[in-house]
């Protein structure tokens, strides 16, 4: 009875192998039909490709940017007097004339010092009188021979002295007067209160630089956008340009503007030089205020009814299996902004490769220049290997030669 059992056993264990052995030699077989196929054997069919067709359109080419929106003109108000704030005329916001008083400084230190230096004037301006009276009397006694040569000469030198000490004295006061009138603090320009840094009874120093007291904007209603533009993309950048922004603050709203001005100083952020460019634009809404961020393209090249193609399609390329179907022109060689397009020939079975030269894009189409191409030809934008639209992209097959892979 085991021995039976034994033979069943090793019967279905061939079984097995035999049918084990059958499907390796089937898959060897479509693997090597699969893989050692080379593209002269590809069948191709229209299916086997994705298509896009040449149109005729518009194409803006555009810089995109950032940049803070700001008035056009800020001035900065500041003191030049230390002492006291003791009283603010002026908030946030409000609108001022040029001369307006915006703030006093306590002047009760001032007016001491201007009654002290017009004391100190009072008395040398006496010394002076005094010694310009002296010297004439003894002018008269020595052309009369009553003194010596040397006491003519003392007066004089007494005259000099007093009149430069009476000429410092005057400087003294009008320079005293001048501190008075500065602990007023006046709008130099007409404009609108955007910034008030101080605070009534603050303290304020101008020792070594005039502290900020308050910041205008001369005119809200024209503004400018500082815009940072990478070297890659300056060269593009002209005066006169026009420039299509949005802000966070209406994002359903595109505003103007123009580049007005490209600053020659760079700066470099991240091992990348950046220029600043500043685009005008016209604010007599009120819609947009200072240091808001802008989202900045600038149209540096425009053209109507031309040629034109996706981005996509212009990056297909044949894949492996396909190059031995591919026509190319005589002349492969491409110069800057040139390259090729394929188009298919359902009679030849193969691909013609034609060479184009790209003119501007907006970074999804581009212009298309060739004389072989025209509006509404056919282009591959993509290989579909098994020929079935719902199919994705063929795998990068690789033509092997006979005999068999590489060893391991």
Same mark, same amino acid.
């Given at each position: 009875?085991?021995?039976?059992?034994?033979?069943? !056993?090793?019967?279905?264990?061939?079984?097995?192998?035999?049918?084990?052995?059958?499907?390796?030699?089937?898959?060897?077989?479509?693997?090597?039909?699969?893989?050692?196929?080379?593209?002269?054997?590809?069948?191709?069919?229209?299916?086997?490709?994705?298509?896009?067709?040449?149109?005729? /359109?518009? !194409?803006?080419?555009?810089?995109?940017?950032?940049?803070?929106?700001?008035?056009?003109?800020?001035?900065?108000?500041?003191?030049?007097?230390?002492?006291?704030?003791?009283?603010?005329?002026?908030?946030?916001?409000?609108?001022?004339?040029?001369?307006?008083?915006?703030?006093?400084?306590?002047?009760?230190?001032?007016?001491?010092?201007?009654?002290?230096?017009?004391?100190?004037?009072?008395?040398?301006?006496?010394?002076?009188?005094?010694?310009?009276?002296?010297?004439?009397?003894?002018?008269?006694?020595?052309?009369?021979?009553?003194?010596?040569?040397?006491?003519?000469?003392?007066?004089?030198?007494?005259?000099?002295?007093?009149?430069?000490?009476?000429?410092?004295?005057?400087?003294?006061?009008?320079?005293?007067?001048?501190?008075?009138?500065?602990?007023?603090?006046?709008?130099?320009?007409?404009?609108?209160?955007?910034?008030?840094?101080?605070?009534? /009874?603050?303290?304020?120093?101008?020792?070594?630089?005039?502290?900020?007291?308050?910041?205008?904007?001369?005119?809200?209603?024209?503004?400018?956008?500082?815009?940072?533009?990478?070297?890659?993309?300056? /060269? *593009?950048?002209?005066?006169?340009?026009?420039?299509?922004?949005?802000?966070?603050?209406?994002?359903?709203?595109?505003?103007?503007?123009?580049?007005?001005?490209?600053?020659?100083?760079?700066?470099?952020?991240?091992?990348? !030089?950046?220029?600043?460019?500043?685009?005008?634009?016209?604010?007599?809404?009120?819609?947009?205020?200072?240091?808001?961020?802008?989202? !900045?393209?600038?149209?540096?090249?425009?053209?109507?009814?031309?040629?034109?193609?996706?981005?996509?399609?212009?990056?297909?390329?044949?894949?492996?299996?396909?190059?031995?179907?591919?026509?190319?022109?005589?002349?492969?060689?491409?110069?800057?902004?040139?390259?090729?397009?394929?188009?298919?020939?359902?009679?030849?079975?193969?691909?013609?490769?034609?060479?184009?030269?790209?003119?501007? *894009?907006?970074?999804?189409? *581009?212009?298309?220049?060739?004389?072989?191409?025209?509006?509404?030809?056919?282009?591959?934008?993509?290989?579909?290997?098994?020929?079935?639209?719902?199919?994705?992209?063929?795998?990068?097959?690789?033509?092997?030669?006979?005999?068999? /892979?590489?060893?391991?």
């Amino acid at each position: 009875m085991e021995t039976i059992n034994n033979t069943v !056993v090793k019967k279905s264990n061939w079984k097995k192998r035999i049918f084990y052995i059958i499907l390796i030699c089937v898959i060897i077989f479509v693997g090597k039909k699969f893989l050692f196929s080379t593209s002269s054997e590809l069948k191709l069919k229209p299916t086997n490709f994705e298509f896009s067709k040449i149109t005729k /359109g518009d !194409v803006k080419s555009k810089v995109s940017a950032t940049g803070i929106v700001n008035p056009v003109n800020v001035i900065s108000v500041g003191a030049q007097v230390s002492g006291i704030i003791d009283k603010i005329y002026v908030d946030y916001n409000d609108k001022v004339k040029t001369g307006q008083l915006l703030a006093d400084i306590d002047k009760s230190l001032f007016i001491e010092d201007v009654n002290s230096s017009e004391a100190k004037m009072t008395q040398a301006k006496a010394r002076y009188e005094l010694a310009k009276l002296n010297k004439e009397r003894i002018e008269e006694l020595f052309k009369a021979g009553y003194i010596a040569k040397v006491e003519l000469d003392q007066a004089e030198t007494e005259l000099t002295s007093a009149q430069a000490d009476y000429t410092s004295a005057m400087s003294n006061f009008e320079r005293s007067k001048r501190n008075m009138d500065y602990t007023r603090i006046t709008s130099p320009v007409s404009g609108v209160v955007i910034s008030r840094d101080v605070e009534e /009874g603050q303290t304020i120093a101008s020792s070594f630089s005039a502290p900020t007291l308050f910041t205008i904007a001369e005119d809200l209603k024209k503004m400018q956008i500082e815009a940072s533009i990478s070297e890659a993309d300056i /060269g *593009t950048i002209k005066k006169g340009q026009t420039v299509d922004f949005t802000v966070d603050a209406f994002p359903l709203e595109t505003f103007k503007g123009y580049v007005d001005q490209i600053r020659l100083n760079p700066k470099t952020e991240q091992n990348v !030089v950046i220029y600043t460019v500043i685009i005008k634009i016209d604010n007599k809404d009120n819609k947009l205020l200072p240091g808001m961020t802008a989202f !900045v393209e600038i149209n540096t090249q425009e053209k109507d009814d031309v040629k034109i193609l996706d981005n996509i399609t212009l990056q297909f390329k044949p894949e492996d299996i396909l190059m031995d179907k591919v026509v190319f022109p005589e002349d492969r060689k491409l110069s800057a902004g040139e390259g090729f397009v394929y188009t298919y020939d359902d009679e030849t079975n193969t691909l013609n490769a034609i060479k184009i030269k790209k003119g501007i *894009t907006n970074g999804s189409i *581009t212009e298309i220049i060739s004389d072989n191409l025209n509006e509404n030809d056919k282009v591959i934008s993509d290989f579909n290997y098994k020929g079935n639209k719902k199919s994705s992209k063929s795998p990068n097959i690789r033509v092997r030669p006979a005999g068999g /892979g590489p060893r391991r």
